[in-house]
T-cell receptor, first 114, second 113 residues
Framework: AQSVSQHNHHVILSEAASLELGCNYS??????LFWYVQYPGQHLQLLLK??????LVKGIKGFEAEFIKSKFSFNLRKPSVQWSDTAEYFC????????????FGAGTRLFVKA | DVKVTQSSRYLVKRTGEKVFLECVQD?????MFWYRQDPGLGLRLIYF???????EKGDIPEGYSVSREKKERFSLILESASTNQTSMYLC????????????FGPGTRLTVT
């Protein structure tokens, strides 16, 4: 069965610090990969996605993620976080050819100190 | 913009009550989903539907049922609510093409007492 593992449940950073949130998945086939973000009091929304091509994908608000197939990883990065990045971040995986079911990780709560 | 709306933001029900959670999307999406979101567990899929009157069980369907009579509307039903169903319920939709990107509603926080 597919699973998604997010390494950190809570991360606290100061503004301007660099961010890297880990995500690993277990599935041997081809996958579609996503990072979703939920800001306080707001809907869950797509941050970025990877389907194919360049394994380094860029999303909104300066976020990027790198797909490393050999490591089954899709880590999220941002060089310099802002207070407004305080949110919960979810990694998600969809097995290509496996229908529309998407598996979500447990989430990482990021708190950025001003 | 895709809009996914849910009938209630907050709901308080008693144990044993029948509960209906409604979700409506306005973008003619083929697929709709119901998740529950619990701290430390992320989003867990309850049911999804890929067409009108079609439904598939997700990972945690026990105690829930769904109904999709119209393309834009997907209802989650708790036949007899229990305290362990206290949670945040999220509805989502996605197009029928190969994008797989999901659009989420604001969620319904259900408390069962």
């Amino acid at each position: 069965a597919q699973s998604v593992s997010q390494h950190n449940h809570h991360v606290i950073l100061s503004e301007a610090a660099s961010l890297e949130l880990g995500c690993n998945y277990s599935y041997g086939g081809t996958v579609n990969l996503f990072w979703y973000v939920q800001y306080p009091g707001q809907h869950l929304q797509l941050l970025l996605k990877y389907f194919s091509g360049d394994p380094l994908v860029k999303g909104i608000k300066g976020f990027e993620a790198e797909f490393i197939k050999s490591k089954f990883s899709f880590n999220l990065r941002k060089p310099s976080v802002q207070w407004s990045d305080t949110a919960e971040y979810f990694c998600a995986v969809n097995a290509r050819g496996g229908g529309f079911k998407t598996i979500f990780g447990a989430g990482t709560r990021l708190f950025v100190k001003a | 913009d895709v809009k996914v709306t849910q009938s209630s933001r907050y709901l308080v029900k008693r144990t044993g009550e029948k509960v209906f959670l409604e979700c409506v999307q306005d973008m003619d999406h083929e697929n709709m989903f119901w998740y529950r979101q619990d701290p430390g567990l992320g989003l867990r899929l309850i049911y999804f539907s890929y067409d009108v009157k079609m439904k598939e069980k997700g990972d945690i369907p026990e105690g829930y049922s769904v109904s999709r009579e119209k393309k834009e509307r997907f209802s989650l039903i708790l036949e007899s609510a229990s305290t362990n169903q206290t949670s945040m319920y999220l509805c989502a939709s996605s197009p029928g093409d190969n994008s797989y990107e999901q659009y989420f509603g604001p969620g319904t926080r259900l408390t069962v007492t």
